[in-house]
């Protein structure tokens, strides 16, 4: 059948090579999935259940069922954010949604969105279905990967109409204080950019509260901010998240919205309510054994000689494996069991880099990683 070449453009993910190879071995730990693998809080489950029992089956208004709204708009306040229920929060499919639409409500084709390298795997190819081009911007391991108004201003950002954001960040898992914040503000603000800020991790912080880039001075009116249920309330499979955005800037994704997806899952709304109503301890727990996941992910790869910064948000890690990071990926897999991504996957930057998901039981990480070591000690040379 005839493909549009906007489809035919954009390569296949190189996540899903990997996991096909994994599907047919025995015994394998993945390390390589992007979703926690705790259940969703039981509470919200419930509410769910019941919304269906009531018979609650029916399409929503297009932005979300309002009591939603309110509960998203008295969560956000926990990071600065001020959104009115009725004209600046959207409730989308999935933080997913959330991209997809603010960037065909932004980006008119032969635009430039800046994509900070190496960055979550969606991000090129949606810009791309906008007709939009997007301009890489490089964050390095010896800077953990923050991003810096030097490294805008050296890609030629100044003349991009956007910027796409995510911090606390995948694939490297690292976070942005208030002040370096401040520094790419300043940036977006001098040279006219608009922020398309990816959040969906600002729940899963370890060193401090979360800052949104929104809520600095002069940002409120240039951006917008996505987030949802997937990450810190184990929600992934109820395909839900939010867009929070001026007014004009909701409206204009609304548009988009209410022809392509009419509303998101209603099931999941109920859910989500009652995710932020009463869940709160849940996420605690869950974010605390993240974190002690982390710490014990981070010692053990230093130990066995490959380097890795330390991660502050999120659920993964980033070590490098001083060689080639695909042959490494690959050999680990058939020779140990285990499954991790290689660092190139998710763009420029990521090379000689693995991502390692810690949403892995204790147990688990633990056999992963002495199978790790073992492969590191036996099999591979770090260059
Ligand atoms: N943004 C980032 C940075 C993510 O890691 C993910 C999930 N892997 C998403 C967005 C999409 O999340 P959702 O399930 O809400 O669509």
């Known amino acids: 059948m005839k493909r549009a070449d906007r489809v035919e453009a954009i390569p296949p993910s190189g996540i899903r090579r990997f996991f096909e190879i994994a599907e047919e071995m025995d015994d394998v730990i993945s390390l390589g999935v992007g979703e926690p693998d705790f259940s969703t809080p039981w509470a919200a489950r419930t509410a769910a259940i019941d919304s269906l029992e009531r018979g609650k089956t029916s399409y929503t208004a297009n932005r979300g069922m309002r009591e939603l709204r309110e509960e998203i708009s008295t969560y956000v306040r926990r990071w600065d954010l001020d959104y009115d229920p009725d004209e600046e929060i959207l409730v989308t499919t999935g933080a997913s949604e959330a991209v997809d639409l603010a960037v065909r409500s932004v980006v008119d084709p032969g635009d430039t969105v800046a994509v900070p390298q190496p960055s979550y795997i969606s991000y090129v190819p949606t810009v791309t279905f906008a007709g939009g081009e997007t301009l890489g911007v490089p964050t390095s391991h010896e800077d953990d990967f923050v991003l810096t108004a030097d490294a805008l201003a050296e890609a030629g950002a100044d003349e991009a109409d956007a910027l796409m954001l995510c911090y ?120 605390t054994q993240f974190d002690r996941r982390r710490r014990f992910v981070i010692s053990r790869f230093n130990e066995m000689g490959l380097e890795c910064f330390e991660a502050k948000g999120a659920f993964y890690a980033f070590p490098f494996c001083g060689g080639d990071d695909e042959q490494f990926a690959e050999r680990l897999l058939r020779e140990q069991n285990v499954a991790l991504v290689p660092g190139r996957v998710f763009g420029s930057g990521g090379e000689g880099h693995l991502r390692v998901s810690y949403a892995t039981g204790m147990g688990e990480l633990r056999e992963a990683l002495d199978r790790i070591e073992t492969f590191v000690a036996e099999q591979w040379t770090v260059a």
């Open 168 to 287: 606390p960040n995948n694939p490297t898992g690292a976070v942005m204080t208030e002040s370096e914040l401040e520094d790419v503000a300043a940036f977006c603000r001098e040279h006219d950019l608009v922020v398309l800020s990816d959040e969906i991790y600002a729940g899963l912080r370890y060193d401090d509260e979360h800052t949104s880039i929104a809520s600095l001075p002069g940002m409120r009116e240039r951006t917008v901010v996505f987030n949802g249920f997937s990450k810190t309330h184990a929600m992934t499979g109820l395909r839900l998240g939010f867009a929070l955005g001026p007014a004009d800037a909701i409206t204009a994704m609304n548009r988009v919205h209410q022809y392509t997806m009419l509303s998101s899952p209603t099931t999941a709304q109920h859910a989500a309510i009652e995710a932020l109503r009463s869940c709160d301890d849940a996420v605690e727990e869950m974010r």
